[in-house]
């Protein structure tokens, strides 16, 4: 069986919470298997369970572009009452997961130093991000070293700011606990 590549762990704080943007329509916003399905950025698709969470209300603002990004209109246009709230979560005792924030993390990781962009684009003209085929390979090298997921800088700003999750749930009863759900106009705006 062939060696697996380490990475960076660390053991997240057992009081942290996390956020979540979630559509208000969801019958369980703290359900992993969608991303099992369709994959995200640190999980292919078809593989593991994963839930994707936000380190703090102003990295899921950022995200916020994101959850509206397949849509014509801009968080500014969303309805009160059908925009997506925030879920705020907190995760099972002990968990340690692969670290890709810090510096030495990212190094470890095999990412550029300058991540979630590369340090300059493959045309030499404007970023590149690093794309999520790269992060999943390090997602899985997480998942199979049994890492309970990768703490990362958030790619939805090409300077690395905010930090997000992506949990990987030791078992199918292992599961994040809803501890508040807060109305869009009180997150978002606030």
């Known amino acids: 069986m062939p060696t697996i590549a380490r990475l960076l762990s660390e053991s997240l704080p057992d009081s942290a919470s996390w956020q979540r943007i979630a ?3 969801w019958a369980d916003p703290v359900d992993p298997s969608f991303a099992a399905t369709i994959g995200g950025r640190w999980n292919p698709p078809g593989s593991w369970p994963t839930l994707y969470l936000n380190e703090d209300i102003v990295t899921a603002r950022l995200n916020m572009a994101l ?15 059908h925009a997506p709230v925030l879920v705020e979560v907190r995760l099972p005792r002990s968990q340690i997961v692969a670290d890709v924030h810090t510096p030495g993390g990212i190094a470890k990781a095999g990412l550029p130093a300058t991540y979630p962009v590369y340090p300059t684009s493959p045309t030499g003209h404007g970023e590149a991000k690093v ?8 997602g899985q090298r997480a998942h199979a070293l049994g ?10 700003s ?3 700011e905010g930090r997000e999750l992506a949990w990987f749930p030791a078992t199918a009863r292992s599961r994040a606990t809803i501890v508040d759900t807060t109305p ?3 997150w978002y705006w606030a």
């Open 23 to 25: 559509d208000p329509a």
């Open 67 to 81: 959850f509206t990004d397949p849509f014509p209109y801009e968080p500014e246009d969303l309805r009160p009452d």
């Open 131 to 138: 794309g999520h085929g790269t992060c999943q390979d390090v």
């Open 147 to 156: 890492l309970r997921g990768v703490r990362c800088r958030s790619a939805t």
């Open 158 to 160: 090409p300077l690395g």
């Open 184 to 186: 869009f106009v009180d």
